[in-house]
């Protein structure tokens, strides 16, 4: 009889011990959750997959964005901070800025895949690379995309290149400027949320090339 009371006694404590963890891994809504504690969730469950355990290393550029809310909050010597290290990171084609081939570069602008799964190793066609652009950007005319980012319709326009001026050495000075937002978008938004398609190696030094030609080329369906 003894034996029962004390296995019945321990079977509630496991039993309270248990329901009284689960009430307290429920948090209530408006606990802060700690960064610490972020990170400490991802560590149990990714640290495992070497596919993925790189990504729990921060960047230096990120570690300084991921201490404020939003770009409006950072004081201007972190923003600066961010900017250097993210044009350093800028690798360039072998034969330097040139006109790519716009039609490829669409390919991959239209192409949902790649950069999630690309790098990791385990798509269905790991060379599948895409941007993804429309999940954020409207591009051409009539097809549907999202507001996260500004609508590209146009682009080439907006940055004053014609067929008369695109070989000039400022169209070049064009062409490198928004190379260097799709290679690493934080070289001129630091902290953005556009992927830094580059710097990550979701899209080669080409693919980038390709990229801008289609947003600035006059002949692209971008600029008609
Ligand atoms: C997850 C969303 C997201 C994706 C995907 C994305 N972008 Fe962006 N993009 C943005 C945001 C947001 C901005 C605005 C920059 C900022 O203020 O952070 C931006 C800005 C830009 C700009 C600069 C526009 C200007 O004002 O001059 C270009 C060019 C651009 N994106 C091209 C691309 C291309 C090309 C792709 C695909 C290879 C792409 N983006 C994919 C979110 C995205």
Known sequence: MRKIVVGLTIAGMV??????QQKKAQPKREEAVKPEEVM??????????PRFAWKLNQDEAQKIC?????????????????????????????WGIYWGDWKEGQKIVDSPSG????????????TAKGGNCYACHLIE???PGGTMGPNLYGYGKKWGISKENMNSPEAVEK?????????????????SSMPRFGYHGNLSTNDVMNVVTYLLHPESPVNK
């Open 15 to 20: 039993v309270g011990g248990v329901y009284a």
């Open 40 to 49: 400490q969730v991802l560590k149990t469950g990714l640290s495992s997959d």
């Open 66 to 94: 991921s201490k404020y809310k939003s770009r409006e909050e950072m004081p201007a010597k972190e923003l600066q901070r961010v900017i250097q290290l993210s044009q350093q990171s800028i690798a360039y084609p072998q």
């Open 115 to 126: 950069g999630r799964y690309a790098s990791y190793g385990f798509s269905d066609s790991p």
């Open 141 to 143: 005319k009539g097809k």
């Open 175 to 191: 062409l490198k400027a928004v190379y260097n937002i799709v290679y690493n978008s934080w070289s001129a938004f630091p902290c």
